[in-house]
């Protein structure tokens, strides 16, 4: 079994390329079409391999006959049966879900970070700049996104969050999709109307901006809080599973681990701003970006519950826990 694939879950094409493309970086994955900035809609079709339709065939039974009130969601270009739907479903093309975000914001007003397929095809996403950035710090932003998520295989409905995690695989667009509250997000059926439906989802996206007040609070609570050294040791260690409270204690390799993002914080982005070096925001920060730039494939197997978005889910929840101890 290919781990890496397992993890990520990105779909290669027949041509062996990844169906992904990314703005200015490159994910963990080292997959994907790497553009030099935020790109249109017109780009992400082309470079994420989304310029495909589906269509809804009959689905039958082993015995060759025809399942009543069920049909079957298939890739026209690969042939590839994605899932099995009811009669009424109706799939909303990978073209026309881009028009979600010209509604949203207006025409040609969205540019994209990321997009792509997992999968055969069964799942995609596109993820976008969003107006709105805003300081934590002065000197120290935070870039807001929507993301749209679509199920071809009738799994899910059409689901459209704001979201300040960057999606670039399975892993990411899970931890947006559990990282939304039910106010932060709107969800489509896949029924006759699901393109009018979405169309008046995007307009009230995008007049929301309860998601960027919520988020800019919470973030700006953990950068009022400082802490010792050895209360960010804490931090680090349960934010990547660690139960053990000993640091003596610890297996060498998750002691490296630890002194690793340790040093992040002290070193790593934005860690000259004022403000950011000694608090939860700063230690918050030096613990995703180890997950997104520094840890290699090993670590994130050895990881507990082997994935970067966990541990990056769990330090959010485990910083908010510390700040409300400090109350």
Known sequence: MDMNKTMHNINIDSNGRASIALATQSAWHRLGQILPDAFDAATAIREANLDWQVELQPCFAQDGRQVPGKRLTVRTDTNA??????????????????????????????????????????????????????????????????????????????????????????????????????????????????????????????????????????????????IRADAQRQFISRSLGEVEPDFQRLSTRRKNQILAVEEIAEVGLGHDIPGVRGTLWGAYNAVTEYVDHVRTREDLSFMANGSGSDIKGRALTVALEMAAAMN
């Open 81 to 226: 049966i994605l899932g099995v739907v009811g009669d009424r479903y109706t799939p909303l093309q990978n073209q026309d879900a881009f028009g979600f975000f010209d509604g949203a914001f207006g025409q040609g007003k969205v540019r994209f970070e990321s997009a792509g397929v997992l999968g055969q095809g069964e799942r995609v996403w596109m993820l976008a700049r969003v107006p709105g950035e805003f300081d934590i710090l002065p000197g120290d932003s935070v870039q807001p996104y929507l993301l749209l998520a679509n199920g071809h295989d009738g799994s899910q409905p059409v689901t459209a969050i704001f979201t300040p995690i960057r999606v670039v695989c399975q892993n990411t667009l899970g931890a947006a999709m559990r990282s939304a509250r039910k106010g932060e997000q709107v969800r489509v059926l896949h029924t006759p109307t699901v393109e009018t439906r979405l169309r008046i989802a995007g307009e009230l996206l995008g007049k929301a901006g309860i998601f960027f007040d919520e988020t800019k609070e919470i973030f700006g609570q953990l950068a009022r809080r400082q």
